[in-house]
């Protein structure tokens, strides 16, 4: 079955310290995985996505299919990134002939001074 | 731009009665989705509108949830009759368009507890 794991349900770091958020996937197809947000008190937000390649506010994941995996990760992590994060999953025939998002049960990210 | 309107934002109810959420996604934006989000867990899909079509309701409990977008942009979710296990956030999201890497933007959910 599709599905996505995040492994941590929390995740406490020091400011300036690296922080590594886990993702992995079980999808037969060809995956589309993102990383949505969610910081307190806001809604739910795209945070970067597999296809761009690109880093958003300091962070960076690659999709590495051999493992399955699309780890989200930061050399050197602030305050403001204290929130929620979720990995998700879309793809052709997750669902009936939608366009819907699989997502991961969510880790919380806690960055202290 | 204006983002995903959603009401009410709290709902209390008793087991068995009915109740309706409310959704108006981005002016514009094509597709709809309803997902449900138990406490813990990632939003799971309910329903997907592109204009007033269902493109997929396979995950919607179809005996007391339903759900419409009449002219293709406003939305309404109905439970009838609430179980204690449909306490949740209801989110409401939208997207430009049907593609898989087009962003789906949030609403700022409706938290419903069945007691």
């Known amino acids: 079955a599709q599905r996505v794991t995040q492994p941590e349900k929390l995740l406490s770091v020091f400011k300036g310290a690296p922080v590594e958020l886990k993702c992995n996937y079980s999808?037969?197809?060809?995956?589309?995985l993102f990383w949505y947000v969610q910081y307190s008190r806001q809604r739910l937000q795209l945070l970067l996505r597999?296809?761009s390649r690109e880093s958003i506010k300091g962070f960076t994941a690659d999709l590495n299919k051999g493992e399955t995996s699309f780890h989200l990760k930061k050399p050197f992590a602030q305050e403001e990134d204290s929130a929620m994060y979720y990995c998700?999953?879309?793809?052709?025939?997750?669902?009936?002939?939608?366009?819907?998002?699989?997502f991961g049960k969510g880790t919380t990210l806690s960055v202290s001074s | 731009e204006a983002g995903v309107a959603q009401s009410p934002r709290y709902k209390i109810i008793e087991k068995r009665q009915s109740v309706a959420f409310w959704c108006n996604p981005i002016?514009?934006?094509?597709?709809l989705y309803w997902y449900q989000q138990i406490l813990g867990q990632g939003p799971k899909l309910l329903i997907q509108?592109?204009?007033?079509?269902?493109?997929?309701d396979s995950q919607l409990p179809k005996d007391r949830f339903s759900a419409e977008r009449l002219k293709g942009v406003d939305s309404t979710l109905k439970i009838q009759p609430a179980k204690l296990e449909d306490s949740a956030v209801y989110l409401c999201?939208?997207?430009?368009?049907?593609?898989?890497?087009?962003?789906?933007?949030f609403g700022p959910g409706t938290r419903l507890t069945v007691l």
């Open positions: 509108f592109q204009n007033n079509g269902v493109v997929d």
């Open positions: 998700a999953l879309s793809g052709q025939g997750l669902y009936q002939a939608g366009t819907a998002l699989i």
């Open positions: 999808y037969s197809g060809s995956p589309e």
């Open positions: 999201a939208s997207s430009l368009g049907t593609g898989l890497l087009d962003e789906q933007f």
């Open positions: 597999h296809i």
């Open positions: 002016s514009g934006h094509a597709t």
